[in-house]
C-alpha cells in the first residue's frame, strides 16, 4: 500500500492549520514576558502536556518501537527514574526558580556565583540544543522522505518552515497551546496504529503474548548489577533521575515552561503530572514494538529491515489503511514540530537574555528587545535547519550527536547542586568542577575502547559527571576561599 491522496491531504490539512492556530497568539505580544513566558497565565495541565510533548520526538515515536521490537520492555525501566527525578526538581529546583522573575534557569546561577558561571552553562545549552535538535529535525525529516517519497531536504525545510512562522509569531504561548494539540494528536495515532495491529493478529493479544513471553520480550526489570548494560533497575532508576535532573531541572527548554506558569505550585503540578503522562507514553511505544515483532512473525515482510528503526515506518506505510496513514504520519510530524518550535523559543530567550541584553545592547526599549527575539527565532530556524541537512552526512556519528548531551549535561546538574545545596562553594571551584566533569565523561567514554577502563552504560553518564563536578567543585572552592584569605592576610 502506499501513501495515497487522502493521506497526503491530511498531512498537508495539519500543517497549514497548526500553523495558522499558533499565529493566531501574535496579537497578544507585547512585551519579552509576553514572548518568553506567555504572560506567566498558561494552566498547569497545558504546561504539563507541553512538557511531554516537547520531550517527545520523532526518536521517540520510531525509537521507541523499534528498541522493543529488537529487545524488550527493560527501557521502562528508565521511566521510574524519570518520575522520582521529577519530584526531586519539583522540591529542589522550582522553589529558586519562583524566587523572583527568572527569564532562563542560568540567571539562577548568576545570582549565586557570578556571570562566568553563567555564561558557560548557557553557552553549553545553545551549542547542544541546537546539535541535538538539529538532528532530530533530520529523523522526522528522513522519517517523511520514507514514507511519502518526498525527498529529505524538502521534508527538512519545510517543516522548519512552518515551525518558524507559528513561532516567529505567536512566542511561547503558540508553542505551548500547538504543544496540546500535538501531543493530543501523536498519542492518537499511537492508538490508532496499536488498535491496527491489534486486530491484524489473529487472536488478539493473548495470542501475541503466547508468542512473545517465552522470548523473554515482555520482560520490564533486570536487576543485574553489569554497568556496561544501559536498561537495568539501577542504571534506569539512579541514572534516569540524573537524567531528569538534566533535562527537566536545568535545561531551559522545560525550566522555561515553569516560567509560563502562574504559580511555583503550578509549575510543581506539571512536572510531575508530565511524569505520569511520559511512563504510560513509554509504555504504550514499547508494547507497540513488542505488537510489531508478533506481527512480522506471522506474516513476514518480503523485504527486510536495514534498521529496526524502520520498523514502525513501515508498517505505517504498509499495513494502515488509507486516511489512518496520514494521520499517523501527521502524529510523527507533530512531535517534530513540537520539539523543534520550543527548542527555537529557548534557544533565542537564552541568547538574548543570557548575551545580547546584558553585553551587546543593555539600555534598549522592550520593542527593540522583541524585534531582536523574532529575529533570533528566525536565526535559529535556519541553524537547526542546515544542521538537519548536514546530519545526513553524519552517518555513525548521528549517535555521538545525541550523545554529546550526556558529556555536558552532568556538569550542568552538578553546578546547580552546588548552587542550591551548599552555601560555601564559589563561582572557580566550580568553574574547576564544570570541567572536571566534562572530561571525567570524555575518559568513560572512550578510554574503555582501549582497554584502559571498563565499558559503562551511557545511562549513568550524567549521574557520574554531576558527582564528579558538585565533588571537585566543593573540594576546589575551599582551595580557592583559603588561598584567598591566605594572600589577604600577606
Not at 500553523?19 to 505580544?29: E, N, V
Not at 512552518?162 to 511561547?172: D, W
Not at 513488542?290 to 506505510?317: H, T
Not at 551511557?458 to 567543585?473: D, E, K, M, P, Q
Request: aromatic share 14%.
Amino acid at each position: 500500500m502506499e501513501f495515497s491522496w487522502v493521506d497526503y491531504f491530511i498531512l498537508i490539512a495539519y500543517a497549514l492549520g497548526i500553523t495558522f492556530y499558533g499565529s493566531r497568539f501574535a496579537k497578544s505580544q507585547r512585551t519579552l514576558k509576553d514572548y518568553f513566558l506567555g504572560g506567566k497565565d498558561i494552566p498547569w495541565w497545558a504546561v504539563c502536556f507541553s512538557i511531554v510533548a516537547t520531550e517527545t520526538s520523532t526518536l521517540t515515536f520510531i525509537g521507541s518501537p523499534a528498541l522493543a521490537y529488537k529487545s524488550n520492555l527493560t527501557f521502562l525501566q528508565l521511566t521510574f527514574g524519570y518520575l522520582i527525578g521529577r519530584i526531586i526538581v519539583s522540591f529542589l529546583l522550582i522553589p529558586p526558580y519562583f524566587r523572583q522573575e527568572l527569564f532562563t534557569s542560568y540567571q539562577l546561577l548568576r545570582e549565586r556565583f557570578g556571570s562566568k558561571t553563567k555564561n558557560f552553562s548557557a553557552t553549553i545549552f545553545l551549542v547542544t540544543r541546537a546539535l541535538s535538535d538539529g538532528v532530530r529535525l533530520y529523523a522526522t525529516g528522513l522519517v517523511l522522505a520514507v514514507t511519502t517519497h518526498m525527498g529529505v531536504i524538502p521534508a527538512i525545510v519545510l517543516m522548519g518552515i512552518f515551525t518558524i512562522y507559528y513561532t516567529f509569531k505567536g512566542g511561547m504561548a503558540a508553542v505551548v497551546w500547538t504543544d496540546v494539540i500535538q501531543m493530543i494528536l501523536y498519542l492518537g495515532g499511537a492508538g490508532l496504529a496499536f488498535y491496527e495491529i491489534l486486530h491484524k493478529i489473529p487472536g488478539g493479544w493473548d495470542s501475541i503474548q503466547q508468542m512473545v513471553a517465552p522470548l523473554g520480550k515482555l520482560q520490564v526489570l533486570d536487576f543485574s548489577h553489569d554497568w556496561s548494560k544501559p536498561y537495568t533497575l539501577w542504571a534506569g532508576s539512579i541514572g534516569g533521575i540524573f537524567i531528569t535532573l538534566a533535562s527537566h531541572g536545568t535545561d531551559q527548554l522545560t525550566v522555561q515552561r515553569f516560567f509560563t506558569c502562574r504559580s511555583k505550585t503550578d509549575a510543581q503540578k506539571a512536572l510531575i503530572g508530565s511524569g505520569v503522562v511520559i511512563t504510560a507514553q513509554f509504555l504504550l511505544f514499547l508494547v507497540i514494538g513488542v505488537m510489531l515483532y508478533a506481527f512480522y512473525q506471522k506474516f513476514p515482510l518480503a523485504q527486510g529491515l536495514s534498521q529496526a528503526d524502520e520498523v514502525f515506518p513501515r508498517f505505517i506505510v504498509n499495513e494502515l489503511p488509507r486516511g489512518v496513514s496520514g494521520l499517523v504520519i501527521a502524529a510523527i510530524f507533530a512531535a517534530g514540530m513540537s520539539t523543534l518550535s520550543g527548542s527555537l523559543n529557548s534557544l533565542s530567550g537564552t541568547l538574548l537574555t543570557d548575551f545580547y541584553k546584558p553585553y551587546i545592547r543593555p539600555f534598549e526599549e522592550e520593542r527593540h528587545y522583541l524585534r531582536v527575539s523574532r529575529l533570533m527565532t528566525i536565526g535559529w530556524g535556519i541553524v537547526l535547519i542546515g544542521i538537519g541537512i548536514l546530519a545526513r552526512q553524519w552517518g555513525s556519528v548521528l549517535e555521538v550527536a545525541l550523545t554529546i548531551m550526556s558529556f555536558t549535561a552532568g556538569s550542568v546538574v552538578g553546578i546547580f547542586l552546588l548552587a542550591v545545596l551548599t552555601q560555601t562553594a564559589n563561582q572557580a571551584g566550580g568553574l574547576c568542577g564544570m570541567v572536571s566533569g566534562l572530561f571525567t565523561l570524555l575518559a568513560i567514554h572512550f578510554l574503555p575502547r582501549y582497554g584502559y577502563l571498563p565499558k559503562i552504560a551511557w545511562t549513568w553518564y550524567v549521574c557520574i559527571g554531576s558527582a564528579a563536578t558538585f565533588i571537585v567543585g566543593l573540594v576546589a572552592s575551599k582551595f580557592f576561599t583559603r588561598f584567598k584569605n591566605a594572600a589577604a592576610v600577606e
